[in-house]
Every structure is written in structure tokens, then in C-alpha cells.
């Protein structure tokens, strides 16, 4: 308690940098796969089986390929380095966007493919048009919603493969929690990392606190 | 007299068989219709159809004197007019009001007009004071009736029942029944897919019979006030 109470400038940077990247990172990543999910769960398709079996596996693909794959694109001699991207926050946001995408295209295609199938039918028969109707479908889903997002949020904040290759771990401009964590303890710094890591855990929870008084609004 | 729905030679298919096959059937406006028959017969199926939830596999329909094009804004205009309580009515995860409110708010009705209309409707199904209370913990009769004030408040055309009297106690049944066989007289056309054929739902109804999915020879006529049993099927309807 002593060592987080204590903690510099720099750890109070990373704990932003990390609320901050996760932030913009479930953000495009809700804005892309929550609708993906919606339409893979509401609808019926050729190769649907292929295209759940697909984004399953995309569930479990290793950070650090993520990583690998983006910074491909990103380095200076990539297709996008005349961007100048890489070992920025922005990078980290692109790398968190495509890891967390399919977690939360995940939960929502589970969450509309388990929900009530009278709900469409209800709106529709008094008097809601298609938009309508899908908006209230969303509505009356938003826990499962709301559990893609929270479960997409703990994927990103708690991710350091991404973090690290595409951010480079910079002191107060891309080091985030999970990266310091990594670093403290490579140095022998065992208590502060553990101490950084219940700082990580107190900023998931209150991020969590906060979605669910959200959501029960 | 136009008739205000007229199927001609309508079937419905899924997976390859059929599920109904009505070669014609006419349904007057202001008049209530029983449809009869055993599980899988098909009410389920012609009460979608006729409240353009789903579109038959072949044949038309013609509604108050217009065929029926498949298009999303004739469907959505058709809609606003025809009303399907289900038999197991699916309310949303909020207060009994805003369930009410719903198909109000759609119409453009809102505020006081909005509000009365639901207490009205809350008051025919004899649920005054119901409307903050969260729609899912109310229990399956009262949920069953607020369903229906909910369709009652939109005063729609026609009214489709799918065994409204399934899930609730003789007590609501008989109110119930007493809410819809008052809506003709408002010029309300009711169609109900029931189990229930005793003489108090018989009078006055129009009887379509289903079975596999066709019509059957049981299709007849209710007719006077008496509660005296009319002809066997054959009559102008059909």
C-alpha cells in the first residue's frame, strides 16, 4: 500500500497511458465488432459455422502476433511506416483495436444469437420498422453487450505483447502498467511490480464499477 | 361488401414441407374469427402471415382491397394497422408503461394523450396502477394482460390472438374474453387461434378450421346473438 501511495509521475503516466489506450482501443474495437456480431448473430448465412469457427480462433491469437503483424505494417519500411506510427500511443490503440475486435464481435454474435426470439417479432408487430427493431433488440441484449465490452476492456488493459512491440516501452510517452510491470520485475524490483500490478487491477475494477452503473442506468 | 383480408391459393413452406395451404379465404372487418384446430395445423403460421410478420411462400394477399407487395415500407405502413399478441407474450425489459408507451411513441402519440391511452388500456385489462412496475416481475397472468393493453392501446384494425387464454387463470380468461368480445363492436377485426371452444368464445365468431395446414370442413359459421350454432362451412367466406 506504502509503495502504490508512493508512486511517481511516471507510474501515474503509465496508468493513464494504459486507461487511455484501452479506452480508444474498446472503443473502435466495440464500433467495429459489436455490429459484425450483431449480424453474424441475427442473421442466418452461407458459411456462418466457418465464420464463428474463425473468429473463435482469432479469440486466441497470441498478443505478440498481433504485435508482429502490425508492426509489419507500421515499421519504416512497412506499408504504412510513412506514417510514422510505430513505438506511438496511436499504434497501440491499432494493435489493442485488432486484438480486442473479435473478443467483442464474440460476445456479441453469443449474446444475439442466445437472446429471445420474440423480441424482433414484438417490436415489429407494433408498428417498429427494421432500424427500430434491431435498436430494441440491442437494447434488450445490452448485458451481453455490456459483457463484450468489459471482457474486451480486460483483454487490452491487461495485454503486454502489443504494448511492447508496438509502443517500445518509452518512459512517459508509451509505457503503460503492464509494460512497467514487465520491466520493474526484469530489473529484481518484485514488490513494485506487484504493487504496479494491484494499481492495474484497482483501474480495472473501477472501469468495470463504472461501465455496470452504466449499463443499469 | 369488401372484405378486408382475401388469401388466394396462399402456402407457406419450411424446409421443403408444407405448412399451410389455403387455396382462398376471405376476412371480413369488424368481426371476429376463431381459428380451430390441433397443435401444428398451421394457426401459428396464418397468423404471421396475416399480420405481415412473415410473407407466404407463394400466393397473395390482398389487404382492404390492395395486394400485398413484399416491399419493407408497405409491410411497416400494414403493421401500424394489424396487431399479433403471441401466446407467449415477449415484454420488454422495462415498466409496464414504457411497454405500453412503445407502439404509442411510434405512432407520434406522446405526453398526455400518450399517458391516458396507456392507463385506459391499463384499466380495460383491469391493471390500474400497473405502469411503474417492472414489466418482468410481474407474473405470467398479469404479464399476458399487459401484453394485451398493449396491443389495445394502439386501437388497431385487426387484433390476432395466438391462444391468448393459454397461460392465465379462468379468472383473467373471463375478463379477457370479456375485453376482446367487446372489440368488434369498437369495428376492431379479431382473429384467434384458440383451444378454448366454449360457448362464451364460440358466439358470435366466425370458425376457421385448420388442420395440416388446410382448411377443414369444421370451418363454419357462429352467427346470432342467441348463442344459436349457424351452418356448416361453404358460406360466402370461403
Known amino acids: 500500500m506504502r509503495l502504490i501511495l508512493s508512486l511517481d509521475a511516471d507510474v501515474f503516466h503509465a496508468a493513464w497511458t494504459s486507461i487511455h489506450v484501452s479506452a480508444w482501443s474498446i472503443l473502435f474495437a466495440s464500433l467495429l465488432g459489436i455490429p459484425l456480431g450483431l449480424a453474424a448473430g441475427m442473421s442466418e448465412f452461407a458459411f456462418k459455422r466457418m465464420v464463428l469457427t474463425i473468429l473463435n480462433t482469432l479469440i486466441a491469437v497470441p498478443t505478440v502476433l498481433v504485435g508482429l503483424l502490425v508492426y509489419g505494417f507500421l515499421s519504416r519500411q512497412g506499408p504504412l511506416g510513412h506514417f510514422g506510427l510505430l513505438f506511438t500511443p496511436d499504434a497501440m490503440v491499432i494493435g489493442g483495436t485488432i486484438l480486442i475486435t473479435p473478443i467483442v464481435a464474440n460476445y456479441s454474435l453469443n449474446s444475439a444469437k442466445g437472446a429471445d426470439r420474440r423480441i424482433l417479432a414484438t417490436a415489429l408487430t407494433l408498428g417498429a420498422g427494421r432500424l427500430r427493431s434491431t435498436m430494441k433488440f440491442v437494447s434488450e441484449i445490452r448485458f451481453g453487450i455490456l459483457a463484450a465490452v468489459i471482457a474486451g476492456f480486460g483483454r487490452v488493459i491487461s495485454e503486454v505483447g502489443v504494448a511492447m512491440m508496438l509502443g517500445g516501452n518509452i518512459r512517459g510517452y508509451t509505457r503503460t502498467m503492464t509494460t512497467a510491470i514487465a520491466l520493474e520485475t526484469s530489473k529484481g524490483e518484485f514488490a513494485f511490480g506487484v504493487a504496479l500490478g494491484i494499481l492495474l487491477m484497482t483501474v480495472a475494477l473501477l472501469t468495470n464499477i463504472f461501465l455496470t452503473l452504466f449499463q443499469q442506468r | ?238
Do not use: C, W
Open chain 2, 1 to 238: 361488401m369488401t372484405p378486408l383480408y382475401t388469401l388466394s391459393s396462399v402456402t407457406k413452406r419450411y424446409n421443403g414441407s408444407v405448412a399451410l395451404d389455403i387455396p382462398a379465404l376471405a376476412i371480413f372487418e369488424g368481426t371476429t374469427y376463431l381459428l380451430a384446430g390441433p397443435n401444428g395445423s398451421g394457426k401459428s403460421t396464418l397468423l404471421n402471415i396475416l399480420a405481415f410478420l412473415a410473407a407466404p411462400s407463394s400466393g397473395t394477399i390482398e389487404y382492404a382491397g390492395r395486394e400485398v407487395d413484399g416491399k419493407q415500407s408497405t409491410l411497416g405502413r400494414l403493421r401500424n394497422e394489424v396487431t399479433l399478441l403471441h401466446q407467449s407474450p415477449y415484454l420488454f425489459d422495462e415498466t409496464v408503461f414504457a411497454n405500453i408507451a412503445f407502439g404509442l411513441r411510434i405512432r407520434g402519440i406522446k405526453g398526455p394523450p400518450q399517458r391516458q391511452r396507456v392507463e385506459d388500456s391499463l384499466a380495460m385489462v383491469g391493471l390500474s396502477g400497473f405502469g411503474p412496475r417492472k414489466a418482468k416481475a410481474l407474473s405470467g397472468g398479469e404479464s399476458q394482460r399487459v401484453a394485451l393493453a398493449r396491443a389495445l392501446a394502439l386501437s388497431p384494425r385487426v387484433l390476432l390472438l395466438d391462444e391468448p387464454f393459454g397461460n392465465v387463470d379462468k379468472e383473467t380468461a373471463g375478463m379477457l374474453h370479456g375485453v376482446i368480445a367487446s372489440l368488434p363492436g369498437k369495428g376492431t377485426t379479431v382473429v384467434m387461434a384458440t383451444h378454448d371452444t366454449s360457448p362464451q368464445t364460440l358466439l358470435k365468431s366466425q370458425v376457421i378450421g385448420l388442420a395440416e395446414g388446410k382448411l377443414t370442413g369444421e370451418t363454419v359459421r357462429r352467427k346470432d346473438r342467441e348463442g344459436r350454432i349457424g351452418g356448416r362451412s361453404g358460406h360466402a367466406h370461403f
